[in-house]
C-alpha cells in the first residue's frame, strides 16, 4: 500500500498538442506525481549542499534572484507554472564551483548554475535566455517524462544516478570532483531531453523571458556566443551544448520569433533603456565576481588586477552611465578589487577600490555592489568596516545586504543587533543555512548556547541534513534537562516540536526507501 507513495500519477496532461504545442507524453501516457519527484529533487539537493563546490554567495544570489524571479512571476502569469507544481517544488538555485560554461534542471524544481556560465554570458538577458529555458524543461515536466523510465526504482536509486551524471558532467579543470554517484554512464542517455523537448523549452522559454521583461535578442546572442564557443573550444568545457546541441532549426526558429515579437514590439522607452544600461554595469561586475569566485589560479587573479590597473590609469573624464566604456571599467575594476583582495593585496584592492566606486555612483544596484564589496575587503583584511558603527540592521532589504552587514556587525561586536535582526530574517526565511549560522555564532556570542545550538540545528535542516539537525536538536534537549534555567519554557517547547518534526522526516525516509526498493 505504501508503495504508492511512488506511484506514477495518472497524466493529466493531453496527448493532442494542437494549438499550445505540448508535447504529447511518453510510452503508457503518465508522469511521475509531483510529490515523488520532489522527494527525489531532495535527495540529489541534500548531496549538493554537501559538496565543497556547491557555493552560497549572497551577493552573486541575490543578482541571479533579481533575474529568476521575474522569470517564474512571468511564466506563473502565462499559465505555464500550474499551481501544484509552483507550490510543491523548490524552485532554487544551486551555485557550482565550476569554470565550464553549464545550467542545468533537476527533479523537483532544483536548478543548477555554474560560475563559468555567470562568467561567460555577456548580459543579464542572456543569462535569462539560459534560465528561462531550463525552468521550461521543468513547467513542462520534461524531467518526470525521463524519469518515468525509472519509476520502479527507489528515489534514493534514482537520486544516485542522477548525481553521477552530474559527476561526468563535472568539468576536469573543476576544484574538486566531489560529487559522486552510481552508474553515470547508464543514467547518461536516459537524461538527455528530446529534440521536441528542446524546442519546446526554446519557444516556452522564449515567452517567459520576454513577458518577464528581458530583451530577447539575448537568446540569439547567446547561440551565437555558444556556437562560437563550440567551434574554439573542444575540450568538453561546455556541458550545456552537450546537453542542449545547437541545430540549425533551433537556432533558426529562435530568430524568426524574434523578428516576429520586433515586428509587434514598440520603441523601448528611455527609461527601459536606462534600466537595460543599469543591469548591463552589474552584470559586468557581477561576471567578474563569478570568475573569481571560480578559483582561476593565482596567474589569472593577477592578470585581473593587471588589467584593472590598466584601466585604472586610462580612465580620463568619466564615462556616462550604461556606456560601452563605463560597463567595461566598472567589470574590471569590480574584478581588480575582489582579486587583489583574493591575493590579499589590501592596499591595492582599496586603491582600486577608490576609482571604482565613481562609476557606479549614480546606478544605485550597482552602487550597493560596491558598498559591499568594500565592507568584505575589510573583514578578509580582518579590519572592523567603518560602516559598522553606523549601520542600521533595521533597514537592510536584500539578502546581501542583510548577511555582509550581520558580519560586519558581529566584527563590531555587535551581536545583540545581529541576532534581533536575523530572528526576523530567519522567520521569514527558514531555509537560509547560512543565516541561521550567523545567528548561532551571534547567539553564542551572547552566552545563549541553547539557542545557538538550536540555530545551528536549523541550518542542517534548511540543507536537508534531517540526522545531523536531530543530533543538534537533541544536544539542545539533553543541556536543558541538566540545566533548566539555560532555555525558558517558549524556547524548550520549540525544540521539543522540531526535535520530533525532524525525527519524523527521518522516518518517513527511511520507510520509502524500504517499500520502493
Ligand atoms: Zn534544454
Avoid at 536509486?157 to 551524471?165: E, N, R, S
Amino acid at each position: 500500500m505504501a508503495a504508492t507513495n511512488f506511484s506514477l500519477a495518472q497524466a493529466p496532461r493531453s496527448a493532442s498538442g494542437g494549438a499550445t504545442g505540448s508535447l504529447p507524453s511518453l510510452g503508457d501516457n503518465s508522469e511521475l506525481s509531483a510529490a515523488a519527484e520532489r522527494r527525489i529533487g531532495d535527495r540529489i539537493a541534500a548531496s549538493i549542499y554537501r559538496d565543497p563546490d556547491y557555493v552560497d554567495d549572497p551577493v552573486l544570489g541575490d543578482y541571479l534572484q533579481s533575474i529568476w524571479q521575474p522569470l517564474l512571476t512571468a511564466a506563473r502569469s502565462r499559465g505555464e507554472l500550474q499551481a501544484e507544481l509552483d507550490e510543491r517544488f523548490a524552485w532554487d538555485l544551486f551555485l557550482i564551483r565550476d569554470r565550464s560554461i553549464n545550467a542545468f534542471a533537476l527533479p523537483g524544481g532544483y536548478f543548477g548554475v555554474h560560475l563559468g556560465l555567470i562568467g561567460s554570458v555577456g548580459s543579464s538577458d542572456e543569462m535569462a535566455a539560459v534560465l528561462a529555458h531550463e525552468l521550461s524543461h521543468v513547467t513542462q515536466r520534461h524531467i518526470s517524462r525521463l524519469m518515468t523510465q525509472q519509476s520502479r526504482q527507489a528515489p534514493w536509486m534514482i537520486a544516485a544516478m542522477i548525481l553521477g551524471v552530474l559527476a561526468a558532467n563535472k568539468s576536469p579543470n573543476a576544484a574538486s570532483a566531489a560529487i559522486v554517484g552510481g552508474q553515470a554512464v547508464a543514467a547518461q542517455g536516459q537524461l538527455n531531453f528530446s529534440r521536441d523537448m528542446e524546442r519546446e523549452a526554446d519557444r516556452v522559454g522564449f515567452g517567459v523571458m520576454t513577458d518577464a521583461g528581458f530583451d530577447s535578442r539575448g537568446v540569439t546572442t547567446m547561440f551565437e556566443k555558444l556556437q562560437q564557443a563550440a567551434r574554439l573550444n573542444d575540450s568538453g568545457a561546455f556541458p550545456y551544448l552537450r546537453s542542449h546541441p545547437l541545430t540549425t532549426q533551433r537556432i533558426a526558429e529562435a530568430q524568426s520569433r524574434l523578428q516576429l515579437s520586433s515586428a509587434a514590439a514598440i520603441q523601448p522607452s528611455k527609461e527601459s533603456q536606462a534600466n537595460a544600461g543599469k543591469a548591463h554595469e552589474l552584470h559586468a561586475m557581477m561576471a567578474a565576481r563569478a570568475r573569481i569566485l571560480a578559483v582561476p589560479g593565482v596567474d589569472a587573479l593577477h592578470a585581473i588586477v593587471a588589467e584593472a590597473r590598466h584601466r585604472s590609469a586610462s580612465l580620463q573624464a568619466l564615462a556616462s552611465p550604461a556606456s560601452a566604456d563605463n560597463i567595461r571599467d566598472a567589470g574590471a575594476l569590480y574584478g581588480g578589487v575582489f582579486a587583489a583582495a583574493q591575493l590579499r593585496d589590501f592596499a591595492g584592492a582599496r586603491s582600486l577600490l577608490t576609482r571604482l566606486k565613481p562609476l557606479t555612483a549614480e546606478i544605485p544596484r550597482a552602487n550597493t555592489a560596491v558598498e559591499l564589496l568594500a565592507i568584505e575587503i575589510d573583514l578578509l583584511a580582518g579590519v572592523v568596516p567603518p560602516s559598522a558603527s553606523s549601520v542600521d540592521m533595521a533597514k537592510t532589504r536584500s539578502r546581501a545586504e542583510v548577511l555582509t552587514q550581520a558580519r560586519s556587525l558581529m566584527a563590531a561586536h555587535r551581536a545583540r543587533d545581529v541576532s534581533d535582526r536575523l530572528q526576523t530574517w530567519v522567520a521569514a526565511h527558514p531555509k537560509d543555512a547560512m543565516a541561521w549560522q550567523l545567528l548561532a555564532v551571534a547567539y553564542g556570542q551572547q552566552n545563549q548556547t541553547v539557542r545557538a545550538i538550536r540555530a545551528d540545528a536549523e541550518s542542517r535542516a534548511a540543507q536537508l541534513d534531517y540526522p545531523a539537525a536531530r543530533d543538534r536538536f537533541k544536544a539542545a534537549q539533553s543541556l536543558m534537562r541538566s540545566n533548566p534555567s539555560s532555555a525558558d519554557y517558549v524556547e524548550g517547547s520549540i525544540i521539543d516540536t522540531r526535535t520530533r518534526q525532524v525525527e519524523l522526516l527521518i522516518k518517513e525516509q527511511a520507510l520509502q526507501d524500504k517499500v520502493d526498493r
